[in-house]
């Protein structure tokens, strides 16, 4: 019996596949299908501008205008990461330099003091060992 149904099923199903491609190939055929089908591709297009155009008028975004601001977005974002991060790295920069300028300033002022005695203000033996 299991026997009998599947072989039941296969016939029906490839009746089922030929019936289906006869019907497609009739349509592909058919020149009043092809014109049904463009004409509803332009009705589409139509309606398509004409909600754009209403949409306008009633200045309301579209969802084209909509992702066209959000890429747009997405742009200025990275960027600004893109600044701050160079930003940061000249902060740093800077930074280094005040550090070297002021071991440089502090490392010019040590030798005046030992060599001139009125900008010392160590005592009377720090001299003698100079």
Known sequence: M????EGIRDRVQSGGEKAAAGLAQALIGS?????????????RERAGDAQRVA????????????????RRLRVLS????????RLDRALDDIRLLKRQMSDL?????KPEAKRSPA???GSSSTRKKS
């Open 31 to 43: 020149p009043a299908f092809g014109q049904a089908v463009s004409a509803a591709v332009a009705a």
């Open 119 to 121: 900008k010392s203000t």
């Open 2 to 5: 299991n026997d009998e149904s």
């Open 105 to 109: 300033k502090d490392a010019s002022a």
């Open 55 to 70: 949409m306008g008028a009633l200045n309301v975004s579209s969802q084209e205008d909509a992702d066209r601001l959000q």
């Open 78 to 85: 990275d960027r600004l990461e893109e600044t701050e991060d």
